[in-house]
């Protein structure tokens, strides 16, 4: 979530020269503190304990999905490293980003904030959902701050993801349909 508001803030500065620099500044400061609270989240986190922790479930799309975010072993690594190469990302943007700052920093941030959707997602729609959002700003950074040859690339990418992203579609809805349940937990049982 603080990915998100960093990215809501940045967006509504404006874009001078040195605001620029203030944009990087906060984003850098965001994915920092972001960063810190995954080191605090691993440091507080059960190692011993077996079950999903810091569990939030809440009702969402008229009860047919649940929005359902929890970690585990696996995924606060993964998010230790999303947080831990955010900020590296945005340091260095110093020499590579000439054009359109502003609108990289968003798209960094809120890729990670879809990143980390991924890693904590308990239910396969909000796992689905998370990670088709995330692909939104890969797509521009490819299409947009890429190489010489950024446009085909980034057709690349759309083609290959949708074909990807289909094919999860299908699997999702077969495992409802023989389950009656999307929720990783659930289907653990």
Known sequence: MLPTIGALFIFFVRSSSEKYQASKYLSLFISIANFILS??????????SVEFQFVENREWLLGFVDYKVGI?????????LTTFITPICIISVNATIKKRLKDFLIAILLMETFMIGV?????LIVFYLFFEAGLIPMFLIIGIWG?????????KFFLYTLLG?????????????????????????
Do not use: H
């Open 72 to 80: 585990d072993g696996i995924s606060i690594l993964f998010i230790i």
């Open 147 to 155: 190489g010489e040859r950024r446009v085909y690339s980034a057709f």
């Open 119 to 123: 890693f904590c997602s308990l239910d």
């Open 165 to 189: 992203s289909v094919l999860m579609l299908i699997a999702i809805i077969s495992i409802y349909w023989i389950t009656g349940t999307t929720d990783v937990e659930k289907l653990y049982e």
């Open 39 to 48: 080191i605090y989240l691993w440091y507080i986190f059960d190692k011993n």
